[in-house]
């Protein structure tokens, strides 16, 4: 059974950093491209950044360009994503998403989210 | 940059009548690369069709999906109780995964 464990949100004051993990069971995760997603307060989905799963390629929403990195660590199962520059439209719950393959963002199975509130 | 647009907002409707809702990109959408997702209050997102028209694995077959270009349907044949959420569609071409703004199916 796929498994994806978020963590890492938190309050965090406008130009600040965070880091968020996604922690991976059930699949073999190397072989599988990976995604964040978020979702504002009451607001859709947006679609933040994806992953290839040789972590070869990344991919992002222009608003994140430059502020975000997101990263895998095959040995530890696990996806980052590191957010810098922290402004108040990036409060949302971030969910993990795992592809339907090692280069796609269709996207088969979901964390729980991990709520992240920029706010003074 | 594709732009997903779902109509309508919401849509209200009863118990066993049929749904249908829709999805028209910006820009043809690559390979029909485009999936449609339910999303419960409180709960993260359910991948419901992928490639326009695939079921996902454990899908009832009351949903189904139809479409190519920029033109796309989800379809609900009778909807069941546990089927009025919010549904939002995907296109996962262009090395990116952009979502509609979704519609909300509604109890009338």
């Known amino acids: 059974e796929v498994q994806l464990v978020e963590s890492g949100g938190g309050l965090v004051q406008p130009g600040g950093s965070l880091r968020l993990s996604c922690a991976a069971s059930?699949?073999?995760?190397?072989?599988?491209?990976m995604n964040w997603v978020r979702q504002a307060p009451g607001k859709g989905l947006e679609w933040v950044s994806g992953?290839?799963?040789?972590?070869?390629?990344?991919y992002y929403v222009d608003s994140v360009k430059g502020r975000f990195t997101i990263s895998r660590d095959s040995s530890k199962n696990t996806l980052y994503l590191q957010m810098n520059s922290l402004r108040a439209e990036d409060t949302a719950i971030y969910y993990c998403?795992?592809?339907?393959?090692?280069?796609?963002?269709?996207?088969?199975?979901w964390g729980q989210g991990t709520l992240v509130t920029v706010s003074s | 940059e594709i732009v997903l647009t779902q109509s309508p907002g919401t849509l209200s409707l009863s118990p066993g009548e049929r749904a249908t809702l829709s999805c028209r990109a910006s820009?043809?959408?690559?390979?029909?690369?485009l999936a449609w997702y339910q999303q419960k209050p409180g709960l993260a997102p359910r991948l419901l069709i992928s490639?326009?028209?695939s079921r996902a694995t454990g899908i009832p077959d009351r949903f189904s999906g139809s479409g190519s270009g920029t033109d796309f349907t989800l379809t609900i044949s009778r909807l069941e109780p546990e089927d009025f959420a919010v549904y939002y569609c995907?296109?996962?071409?262009?090395?990116?995964?952009?979502f509609g703004q979704g519609t909300k199916v509604e109890i009338k």
């Open positions: 998403a795992k592809g339907r393959t090692s280069t796609s963002s269709c996207l088969t199975d």
């Open positions: 059930g699949f073999t995760f190397s072989s599988y491209a």
């Open positions: 992953i290839t799963g040789s972590g070869g390629s990344t």
């Open positions: 820009q043809s959408v690559s390979s029909n690369y």
């Open positions: 490639d326009a028209s």
């Open positions: 995907q296109q996962y071409g262009y090395s990116s995964g952009t």
